[in-house]
């Protein structure tokens, strides 16, 4: 097994083994809160990821076994403007980033995911949580809104009325509840948690790269498109898949009863 880690980050950790790219939050004594630093270093590691050819899988998850994220770090927010804010859009940039990354993007989400926590896991394609897992968008409570897409996520994923109350009230829901709402993908045993997220890992990487991505981009057109086009996007997007070499690959495999081997052409 290779593995390559890149040293130069100061709140994450980033490492490339096995065509999988894994991307640890790394403030655990804050509970891996979100700084700008933080933001700014995991959008180079996903653009990288992204870029890489041979990276066909990300995973997102967060150090210690207390958190994922518990969402931004207020300790910034006093000295913040909406100027600032509105000049400075890497907040939104990274969870805007993961969404158009033509790479499945998975979340293993242990203890908090909050705020910008819960929002950097709604944008990943897969949530794998813990049973200790605890989302919510708590923003409320300390005088703003969601800002990193929560509001535009959270309705989509668990329906308006749901989405709402957790915004309005601040309050946190469970990983198993989210599961029933059909927002999170699985719930396992806290110990369990990354043998999961390895095991839903080796099942994507058995696939072949060029169609995940065509895959994720007419999904991801169905939430932002009408029915018509979405239909017309995903019609396009089929065509596209023939004329791929791991079309031809997975066809003929299927034909001679054998695992195909893909090579994301």
């Not at 993961?98 to 909050?114: F, Q, T």
Request: net charge neutral; proline share 5%; glycine share 8%.
């Amino acid at each position: 097994m290779s593995v390559k880690v890149l040293g130069s980050f100061k709140t994450i950790i980033y490492e490339k083994k096995d065509k999988v790219a894994w991307i640890t939050l790394n403030r655990p004594e804050v509970l891996n809160a979100q700084n700008d630093q933080m933001r700014e270093e995991l959008i180079s590691a996903l653009e990288d990821a992204r870029d890489n050819e041979n990276i066909h899988v990300i995973v997102i998850t967060g150090a210690g076994d207390r958190a994922f994220s518990a969402g931004a770090d207020i300790s910034e927010f006093p000295k913040q403007t909406p100027v600032d804010l509105i000049k400075r859009r890497g907040r939104m940039r990274v969870y805007e980033l993961i969404r158009n990354i033509p790479k499945p993007v998975i979340a293993a989400v242990n203890g908090y995911a909050l705020g910008g926590g819960c929002e950097l896991a709604m944008a990943c394609d897969i949530i794998i949580a813990s049973e200790n897992a605890t989302f919510g968008q708590p923003e409320i409570r300390v005088g703003v809104i969601p800002g990193g897409g929560g509001t535009q996520m959270l309705p989509r994923l668990i329906g308006e009325k749901m989405a709402k109350e957790l915004i309005f009230t601040g309050r946190s829901i469970p990983a198993q509840e989210l599961y029933r709402l059909g927002m999170v993908n699985r719930v396992v045993p806290q110990d369990k948690l990354m043998n999961e997220v390895n095991d839903f890992v080796n099942v994507l990487l058995r696939r072949s790269p060029v169609i995940l991505a065509l895959a994720k981009m007419a999904v991801n057109k169905a939430l932002e498109t009408p029915l018509s086009e979405g239909l017309k996007c995903e019609s396009e997007l089929f065509a596209m898949c023939f004329g791929t070499e791991d079309q031809k690959e997975g066809a003929k495999a299927f034909l001679e009863k054998r695992d195909p081997q893909y090579k994301g052409r």
